[in-house]
């Protein structure tokens, strides 16, 4: 399987735990994004990494939030002192985005539960 | 904050009949972009128009664009079963570095 993958599919965790998710983008993607989905709303953009470097962050990442691409290849979302308003669909998605082509391949997602 | 609007909210037809959901949207764009979304699954990408482009098919999908009224629809013809899904319009709207704007999505139901 060639796809984007994401690792947990679901989480669920006490308010003020730490939590850490994992992507990883179709090879040689260089351009990886981190978006929220919430129930009965569309995904929100939270950020994206061209290569490993991290080129934009939304307004919604909030302190608490912390997003990492070493070396370029997989990224991790990491979210400290979880709340229950944290509780969503976190998607990761890659394009190659040298190519021209700019639709993005989309992960399963991870399902947080804060409790 | 979500760009798109989409409409009807939700649809319900009979398999066989043609599906037809729009899109507004609020800014200028590089390109609009339609997903499918299972329940509780991933998205998947069903078709990209670039803002240069009125018309573009693929398979049982037609999605047409027009930016004068800032305005898409997509259309499924000859729907089945499989079809159920939430459906969503993104924009990558220019300056935004290719990250997407999405709607708040379609459910579209199709009875056997």
């Known amino acids: 399987d060639t796809g984007v993958s994401q690792d947990p599919r679901h989480k669920i965790t006490k308010r003020g735990q730490n939590v850490t998710f994992r992507c990883d983008p179709i090879?040689?993607?260089?351009?990886l994004y981190w978006y929220r989905q919430t129930l009965g709303q569309g995904p929100e953009f939270l950020t994206y990494?061209?290569?490993?470097?991290?080129?934009?962050k939304s307004r919604l990442l909030s302190d608490r939030f912390s997003a990492e691409r070493p070396k370029g290849s997989f990224s991790t979302l990491e979210i400290q002192r979880t709340e229950q308003g944290d509780s969503a669909m976190y998607l990761c998605?890659?394009?190659?985005?040298?190519?021209?082509?700019?639709?993005?391949?989309f992960g399963p997602g991870t399902r947080l539960t804060v409790t | 904050s979500q760009q798109g609007e989409e409409d009807p909210q939700a649809l319900s037809i009979q398999e066989g009949e043609n599906a037809t959901m729009n899109c507004s949207y609020k800014?200028?764009?590089?390109?609009l972009q339609w997903y499918r979304q299972n329940s509780g699954r991933g998205l998947v990408h069903l078709i990209l128009?670039?803002?240069?482009?009125r018309e573009k098919h693929s398979g049982r999908l037609r999605v047409t664009l027009d930016t004068s009224k800032k305005s898409s629809s997509l259309l499924i013809t000859a729907s089945r079963a499989a079809d159920t899904a939430s459906y969503f319009c993104?924009?990558?709207?220019?300056?935004?570095?290719?990250?997407?704007?999405f709607g708040k999505g379609i459910t579209l139901s199709v009875r056997p």
């Open positions: 998605a890659s394009t190659p985005f040298l190519s021209g082509s700019y639709e993005q391949y």
């Open positions: 090879s040689e993607h260089n351009r």
């Open positions: 990494f061209q290569n490993e470097a991290q080129l934009e």
């Open positions: 800014t200028s764009i590089n390109n």
């Open positions: 128009i670039r803002s240069n482009e």
């Open positions: 993104a924009t990558d709207a220019i300056g935004a570095n290719s990250k997407l704007t």
